[in-house]
């Protein structure tokens, strides 16, 4: 059972709540209804506790700024699919999808994402741009030159994803053989990502401290997006 306190403070994510997460993936609209109240008690409260828990801590580690809304469509994802954009994907995630963003707009704010499934725990920081002021700052060798020294150290030891819709080409006036080439394709955004293996301190309040340091590492990309 998931285990709280009557303050609702974050005690960990139970056994239960991500067998229960993880099977959800497979499973249809009646088999949910019909356990609802699991969802409730092991997932959907302690995910909340869990958004009030961290907010604080990012906003003391990282910014002040940052911003966490313990509720569904506010830093928790909705559990369901919305299956008009997603046709042929199931009716519900196997996982919760966490975020924290710093700026008056939750969708183009850039944003850190914590992703928590019962085997793999993901992070990641992200934002849209104005494509003219991205190469602009890309092809700039202090900015740019940064941005790239920031993405050099989260590669050390982590299978870092760096994604965005991008063009086939390096834009134009910018050659392609660009030091940052495959940064001034980016489009429209960028998020920059890993996956890790759920630690045994997932079902305890520790779990807090293991996601607090993993997005600390993406700080510098955090304020790095905030200056854009």
């Known amino acids: 059972m998931a285990k709280s306190t009557d303050a609702g403070s974050f005690a960990g994510f139970s056994p239960e709540g991500m067998a229960f997460l993880s099977e959800l993936g497979d499973r249809d609209r009646d088999w949910f209804v019909a356990r609802r109240a699991l969802y409730e008690a092991e997932v959907l409260e302690p995910a909340k506790a869990f958004v009030t828990a961290m907010t604080e801590r990012l906003q003391a580690a990282i910014s002040p700024g940052l911003i966490g809304v313990p509720k569904t469509n506010g830093s928790l994802g909705p559990i369901q699919n919305d299956r008009r954009f997603a046709k042929g994907k199931p009716p519900y995630k196997d996982h919760l999808l966490f975020r ?10 850039p944003t850190l994402f914590v992703r928590v499934s019962e085997r793999s725990i993901g992070f990641a920081s992200g934002a849209p741009f104005e494509a003219g002021a991205w190469r602009e700052a890309v092809a700039d060798d202090g900015r740019g030159g940064e941005l790239a020294r920031i993405l050099t150290r989260l590669r050390k030891g982590r299978d870092l994803d760096v994604a965005g819709a991008a063009t086939k080409r390096v834009p134009r006036p ?8 495959d940064l001034l394709k980016l489009k429209a955004g960028i998020q920059v990502r890993w996956p890790e293996p759920a630690p045994a301190s997932l079902g305890s309040a520790r779990f807090l401290g293991w996601c607090e340091q993993r997005l600390g590492l993406l700080a510098p990309m955090h304020r790095w997006l905030l200056a854009l």
């Open 100 to 109: 924290f963003w710093e700026g008056p707009d939750k969708k183009t704010a």
């Open 174 to 181: 910018f050659s392609e053989d660009h030091p940052r080439a």
